[in-house]
């Protein structure tokens, strides 16, 4: 069975930093592109990061350059997403998702239920 769970998100005061893991099961994450995706209340969801199959391109949404960093771990199945520097909007439910092809497609193969992150002011 196909499973992508998330986990690492809580609560944390503007400027602290998450981790957020993305544990991969039934396929294995460098067969795969990664993206982690955010929605907040009443907006839509957007792209935050990804990272290809081949864990050497990883692209990042403006908002979150420099402060985030997405990264992968093939023993462990595991993709991460350190967050620092964080802001009262980047509060939002974080998604983890795999496509078979590549990032940047409108519909990716698998995802997984999220995990809260609020960002305190």
């Known amino acids: 069975e196909v499973q992508l769970v998330e986990s690492g998100g809580g609560l944390v005061q503007a400027g602290g930093s998450l981790r957020l893991s993305c544990a991969a099961s039934?396929?294995?994450?460098?067969?795969?592109?990664i993206g982690w995706f955010r929605q907040a209340p009443g907006k839509e969801r957007e792209g935050v990061s990804c990272?290809?199959?081949?864990?050497?391109?990883?692209y990042y949404a403006d908002s979150v350059k420099g402060r985030f960093t997405i990264s992968r771990d093939n023993a462990k199945n595991t993709v991460f997403l350190q967050m620092n520097s964080l802001k009262p909007e980047a509060t939002a439910i974080y998604y983890c998702?795999?496509?078979?092809?590549?990032?940047?497609?409108?519909?990716?193969?698998?995802w997984g239920q999220g995990t809260q992150v609020t960002v305190s002011s």
């Open positions: 998702a795999a496509d078979r092809f590549s990032c940047g497609r409108p519909q990716y193969d698998y």
């Open positions: 039934g396929f294995t994450v460098d067969d795969y592109a």
């Open positions: 990272i290809d199959s081949s864990g050497t391109i990883t």
